[in-house]
């Protein structure tokens, strides 16, 4: 029976997907060329290019890619958002599929194991209710540790979970004709194992850089 109702589900999802939707909309938007590279204490010399396989393979719009450094005290946090027009393949918003990738799925690919995965609430201004549930990894790679703050924004939400960001894409695309969203991730380094001092510098940042971010990811 639960194997009817799920496939039910995929089904009316399908039709509602693919023969209800409206034309596409474009919102208006910043583009993150225009983002500032100094945050109070916090600096990004120069914003990162990522290689051409790489963007494609992402079907990524425009996106924000910086390793952001603090001299006293010393810290280092990089942080990306990747911004897709579309998160449908027929539209056109990136390169190849555009449907953003869950960094969770995406890490252990790349050599990194998820030690730890848990959500927890972010509070900060441009959030909406200036809070949200997001997700938190500590990942490994031989010696090294990261801890990973992620989760999905557009028109005014922030989600956590990979499945209600896809139920949103289709209910976006047929209530307003949009399919775009983002992704938003920071990447602390943990050195020495002191993981407190890692999530103290994400806490500095994570809100100077989520203020910033309604018109470059649009509600």
């Keep these: 029976m639960r194997v009817l109702v799920a496939l039910g589900f995929v089904g009316l999802y399908f039709y509602v997907y693919h023969f209800m939707a409206s034309e596409a909309v474009r919102p208006e938007r910043r583009t993150f060329d225009e983002f500032?590279?100094?945050?109070?204490?916090?600096?990004?010399?120069?914003?990162?290019?990522?290689?051409?396989?790489?963007?494609?393979?992402?079907g990524v719009t425009d996106y924000l890619f910086c390793d952001w450094r603090r001299r006293k005290p010393l810290g280092l946090v990089n942080v990306y958002v990747g911004y897709h027009a579309s998160q449908v393949r027929e539209e056109g918003g990136g390169s190849g599929e555009n449907s953003i990738h869950p960094p969770a799925h995406c890490l252990p690919g790349s050599g990194w194991d998820i030690v730890r995965s848990e959500r927890v609430v972010l509070e900060a201004e441009g959030l909406p209710?200036?809070?949200?549930?997001?997700?938190?990894?500590?990942?490994?790679?031989?010696?090294?540790?990261?801890?990973?703050?992620?989760?999905?924004?557009?028109?005014?939400?922030?989600?956590?979970?990979?499945?209600?960001?896809?139920?949103?894409?289709?209910?976006?695309?047929?209530?307003?004709?949009?399919?775009?969203g983002s992704l938003v991730r920071f990447t602390v380094p943990v050195i020495r194992g002191d993981e407190g001092r890692a999530e103290a510098m994400f806490l500095d940042l994570a809100p100077r850089v989520v203020a910033l971010l309604p018109p470059f990811v649009p509600s």
């Design 36 to 58: 500032p590279l100094q945050l109070g204490t916090w600096e990004c010399a120069e914003a990162g290019e990522m290689e051409a396989e790489v963007e494609a393979n992402l």
């Design 129 to 180: 209710d200036s809070r949200a549930e997001v997700n938190r990894l500590l990942i490994a790679k031989g010696e090294l540790r990261n801890l990973v703050y992620y989760w999905y924004q557009s028109r005014g939400r922030v989600v956590a979970e990979d499945w209600k960001k896809v139920i949103y894409v289709g209910f976006d695309r047929v209530t307003a004709g949009r399919t775009d």
